[in-house]
Structure formats: structure tokens, C-alpha cells
Nanobody
Framework: QVQLVESGGGLVQPGGSLRLSCAASGSISSINAMAWYRQVPGKQRELVAGITSGHSTNYSDLVKGRFTISRDNAKNTVYLQMNNLKPEETAVYYC??????WGKGTQVTVSS
């Protein structure tokens, strides 16, 4: 059983940056794909970025060029570096393997 705990959210001004972390209680080295999702109240959860165990990455077109996903299997942690944030990216950000394991989320608020 793997538990995921996100951190690093907060309030940031438009154009600012945040780095989210997702710490796993167990090993993520056997989990092929890890990803970050986000959800705004009243809207569907959407995929932001994903990364495989081989460090191949994919991004939503909305964040490509501004967000970077990475993983450190030795630390059982997945990261999401978010730059040039926009107000419409205010959401709860979740870490997941997309199948079984989900964190409780961390709030990101982009506002002046």
C-alpha cells in the first residue's frame, strides 16, 4: 500500500512560481507512471503532467513550457515545478498513479 502526500501549495501572484512535492510512504520505483492532476470546484479533474519510471514525460498543452514534472525514486518523491502561473490555474493539485493511489491534494491559489 502506498500513501501519497502532497505539499508546496499556497498563494502566489500571477507570473509567480511554486514547486509541489508528492511524498510516497512506500516505494514508487515499481509504479510506472506518476502524475499530477488538478481540479477546480465544479469541474472535472484534469491531467496536468505525467512521468514514467524511465522519466519520459507528458504535459497538458495548457502547461507545456511552463511546468516541469520530475521524480526521485530514491526519495520516493514526485515534483511539479510550476512557473509563470496564471489565475485560472487556481485549483487543488493531486498526485496519483492515475489508477489506485491518490493524495488528498494541495491548494494552489494564483491571485494578486
Amino acid at each position: 500500500q502506498v500513501q501519497l502526500v502532497e505539499s508546496g501549495g499556497g498563494l502566489v501572484q500571477p507570473g509567480g512560481s511554486l514547486r509541489l512535492s508528492c511524498a510516497a510512504s512506500g516505494s514508487i520505483s515499481s509504479i510506472n507512471a506518476m502524475a499530477w492532476y488538478r481540479q477546480v470546484p465544479g469541474k472535472q479533474r484534469e491531467l496536468v503532467a505525467g512521468i514514467t519510471s524511465g522519466h519520459s514525460t507528458n504535459y497538458s498543452d495548457l502547461v507545456k513550457g511552463r511546468f516541469t514534472i520530475s521524480r526521485d525514486n530514491a526519495k520516493n518523491t514526485v515534483y511539479l515545478q510550476m512557473n509563470n502561473l496564471k489565475p485560472e490555474e487556481t485549483a487543488v493539485y493531486y498526485c496519483s498513479d492515475g489508477l489506485i493511489y491518490w493524495g488528498k491534494g494541495t491548494q494552489v491559489t494564483v491571485s494578486s
